[in-house]
């Protein structure tokens, strides 16, 4: 059973910085590429970054240059630095894998933005 736990949201000030870490388990983690995404209130859940199995990475325009994904094989986690937040960085952020087709989601891990 494929399983995603997110870890290391909360708090912190514009211009700030949080690291969140995402623990996948019943997957073979280097084969697969691994995403984050997030979702504000009242709005879609959109893409934030993604990394493929050969650490290939791409970001959304609004991240570029503050985010990092990034991944440890050895501990089948995937991170996402975020650096010089913005009140605008406030969702739930999620990680995702896609195995077989099939979508899996973590349950999500809070963080806000304070101005």
């Known amino acids: 059973q494929v399983q995603l736990v997110e870890s290391g949201g909360g708090l912190v000030q514009a211009g700030g910085s949080l690291r969140l870490s995402c623990t996948a388990s019943?997957?073979?983690?280097?084969?697969?590429?691994m995403g984050w995404y997030r979702q504000a209130p009242g709005k879609q859940r959109g893409t934030v970054a993604t990394?493929?199995?050969?650490?290939?990475?791409n970001y959304a325009d609004s991240v570029k240059g503050r985010f990092t994904i990034s991944r440890d094989n050895a501990k089948n986690t995937v991170y996402l630095q975020m650096n010089s937040l913005k009140p605008e960085d406030t969702a739930v952020y999620y990680c995702?894998?896609?195995?077989?087709?099939?979508?899996?989601w973590g349950k999500g891990s809070r963080v806000t933005v304070s101005s």
């Open positions: 990394i493929t199995s050969v650490h290939t990475t």
């Open positions: 995702n894998t896609v195995v077989n087709g099939m979508q899996y």
């Open positions: 019943g997957i073979s983690f280097p084969s697969y590429a």
